[in-house]
């Protein structure tokens, strides 16, 4: 798979706007401001592929993008507190839209912040992919920011925080030093590879 080879294609605001779901898709899911988008322009070798924003909760939309004929689909973030009841709403439609209209998910990169505990918004997020069937993998984000010791011990603890997703994949991951990118590029082939 070329993660080279890959173009915006659009961003839809509403469940009934998602195209229908033609390709192999690997979805990215988190909450905001959790490093999604850095992230994704780093596995992608690209620097403003997909917008990164100082402001929590920038990404409302869902947006596709092409990578060598498999679709990548950045979700809204989720968990926001500064957004009112209609905003959420629609964010919860358009999510449920996303995932309940048959489409070929092979792989959803759920990201989760290294600096902190698990929260209860990602551990729903899980519980949803693992009850309706998606594979998934965990990407702990902002890995830099951790001495040795402080990373050594967060990764001895999400095994205790994930231990109801027994062989979850789990990849300590910097948008600064590119740390896991090769880890995450492995498992996002072999989620589009597998019939």
Not at 50 to 61: C, I, Q
Not at 82 to 94: P, T
Not at 135 to 141: A, G, H, Q, R
Not at 142 to 166: G, I, M, P, W
Request: glycine share 6%; proline share 3%.
């Amino acid at each position: 798979m070329r993660f080279d080879k890959v173009k915006y294609e659009a961003s839809y605001g509403t469940a009934q706007q998602l195209p229908k779901s033609d390709h192999t898709e690997i979805a990215f899911a988190g909450r905001s401001n959790v490093g999604k988008s850095s992230m994704l322009n780093k596995i992608l070798n690209r620097k403003n592929l997909a917008r990164v924003s100082s402001v929590p909760g920038k990404t409302v939309t869902v947006n596709f993008f092409d990578c060598d004929g498999v679709k990548l689909v950045d979700l809204p973030g989720y968990g926001y507190a500064k957004v009112n009841f209609n905003e959420k709403k629609r964010w919860a439609d358009l999510m449920e839209g996303y995932f309940t209209s048959g489409r070929n998910i092979r792989l959803v990169v759920q990201l989760t912040d290294m600096r902190h505990p698990v929260t209860k918004d990602d551990l729903d997020m899980m519980r949803f992919m693992k009850s309706s069937g998606y594979n998934f993998i965990v990407v702990m984000t902002k890995s830099d920011k951790l001495n040795k010791t402080e990373r050594a011990n967060r990764l001895e603890a999400v095994k205790q925080e994930l231990a109801e997703f027994d062989g979850v994949q789990i990849i300590p991951f910097s948008a600064s030093n590119g740390d896991g990118a090769e880890e995450i590029r492995k498992a996002i082939e072999a989620a589009a590879e597998r019939n």
